[in-house]
T-cell receptor, first 115, second 113 residues
Framework: GAVVSQHPSRVICKSGTSVKIECRSL??????MFWYRQFPKQSLMLMAT?????????EQGVEKDKFLINHASLTLSTLTVTSAHPEDSSFYIC???????????FGSGTRLTVV | GENVEQHPSTLSVQEGDSAVIKCTYS??????FPWYKQELGKGPQLIID?????GEKKDQRIAVTLNKTAKHFSLHITETQPEDSAVYFC????????????FGTGTRLQVTL
């Protein structure tokens, strides 16, 4: 079945630094990738949608200059949290889809802690 | 945009009993309705999905029903087992060219011995 690999699974960084999270589709070409944020005991909130080779579409209220998304190939998307602050601490999850008639495969998530 | 409501927020059942989780959606053009199971510290795992041209789908102990007229869909788990304990999310994909999923608020299912 479709597999999405997300790394790192956990990361701790100092306030003011940047962190990059990778999301790879291992056995299919992901034309669209999605990035979600999940706070404890809450639902998944979509941050942005990215199509390969295009600029990401950010949801309302998500700062595009703070959360940089790159989808340079059909198998890799990255989320960079720039100038991280403690309030950015959260569980970040990526999802990939081959096309809109296909299903969605989720990564295992990244626990980001900003100290 | 799409709005998905999910009930109940918590559900406790005894092992062997059935569990039902219900969701409603707002966009009548929504055409795809997946259900995910999420264990602590992990990403969501698809357990079953249904498309808008189907009213019911079953996979062993898990079934999903869809009522397009009422705009609601439900997850049914029979013969529950302790390993079914997790958080379950419903989601809906809107119509048109949009491909994003909108998630419900989640149901924490606890299966007790």
């Amino acid at each position: 079945g479709a597999v999405v690999s997300q790394h790192p699974s956990r990361v701790i960084c100092k306030s003011g630094t940047s962190v990059k999270i990778e999301c790879r589709s291992l056995d299919f070409q992901a034309t669209t990738m999605f990035w979600y944020r999940q706070f404890p005991k809450q639902s998944l909130m979509l941050m942005a949608t990215s199509n390969e080779g295009s600029k990401a579409t950010y949801e309302q209220g998500v700062e595009k200059d703070k959360f940089l998304i790159n989808h340079a190939s059909l198998t890799l998307s990255t989320l960079t949290v720039t100038s991280a602050h403690p309030e950015d601490s959260s569980f970040y999850i990526c999802s990939a889809s081959a096309d809109r008639h296909y299903g969605y495969t989720f990564g295992s998530g990244t626990r980001l802690t900003v100290v | 945009g799409e709005n998905v409501e999910q009930h109940p927020s918590t559900l406790s059942v005894q092992e062997g009993d059935s569990a039902v989780i219900k969701c409603t959606y707002s966009d009548s053009a929504s055409n795809y309705f997946p259900w995910y199971k999420q264990e602590l510290g992990k990403g969501p795992q698809l357990i079953i999905d249904i498309r808008s041209n189907v009213g019911e789908k079953k996979d062993q102990r898990i079934a999903v029903t869809l009522n397009k007229t009422a705009k609601h869909f439900s997850l049914h788990i029979t013969e529950t087992q302790p390993e079914d304990s997790a958080v379950y999310f419903c989601a809906a994909r809107g119509g048109g060219t949009a491909s994003k999923l909108t998630f419900g608020t989640g149901t924490r299912l606890q299966v007790t011995l």
